[in-house]
């Protein structure tokens, strides 16, 4: 097994909540990074870690950067990563694990962007909540 992250660079749109926490969070940690452990395809929750904090191995992809930040997957067995397009947000609740507080009882979710969210007002989180 290698340590080498291999790249799939996805898209991510960050959203203007999303985007003021990840500020709140550099103004105190320099260089953060987002990890998504073993996520189910349309669902996941992804932890927001102080770079070097984990250590990325051959199971780690790299999908792309959020806001200048890096977006890592950890995947098992058959199933790898696919480029796609995600928006990276916030909703009410409580961190995942150990990750860096969004602020104001809010955490960080991942959701894959739809073509046709991009057209309309309103999105559907796949976590269930409204946006």
């Not at 395809?41 to 070097?52: A, F, K, Q, T, W």
Request: hydrophobic share 40%.
């Amino acid at each position: 097994m290698t340590d080498e992250v291999q790249p799939v660079l996805s898209h991510f749109r960050v959203s203007p909540e999303a985007k003021l926490a990840l500020d709140r969070i550099r103004s105190n940690v320099q260089n953060i990074m987002f990890h998504i452990t073993l996520g189910c395809r349309d669902v996941r929750s992804p932890v927001c870690l102080e770079d070097g904090e984990l250590r990325l191995g051959g199971m780690d992809y790299l999908l792309g950067f959020a806001d200048g930040v890096p977006v890592y997957e950890m995947v098992s067995g058959e199933r790898l990563p696919e480029a796609r397009d995600y928006i990276l947000d916030v909703t009410p609740g409580t961190s995942v694990g150990f990750s860096l507080d969004a602020g104001m009882g809010l955490r960080f979710t991942l959701r894959e962007a739809r073509a046709t969210y991009f057209w309309q007002k309103e999105e559907t989180s796949v976590s269930g909540v409204r946006q």
